[in-house]
């Protein structure tokens, strides 16, 4: 099992059981910083999965890939 394959499945089980979770993200494209966000997982795909955040006031959906969490640019404070 691949590490991306492992991430997907504890954010799978994270999905299930308790999908509210906060994150610190740094991605540069699309641009994206957030530190110690509170978001909820809305969905767990095979590549991706769906978040949305209120750190504005706004809510917002993102899509966010396994590969940045194995790398670090996402980091799931649950996880």
Request: hydrophobic share 40%; with cysteine.
């Amino acid at each position: 099992m691949s590490a991306t394959d492992s991430i997907r499945l504890r954010i799978e089980q994270l999905y299930k059981t308790n999908p509210h979770v906060h994150l610190n993200v740094s991605l540069s494209h699309p641009k994206l910083t957030l530190v110690n966000v509170p978001a909820v997982i809305l969905g767990v795909y095979p590549h991706i999965f769906r978040i949305e955040e209120c750190s504005d006031g706004m809510p917002k959906c993102h899509t966010l890939q396994y590969s940045d969490v194995v790398t670090k640019r996402i980091e799931i404070l649950e996880l």
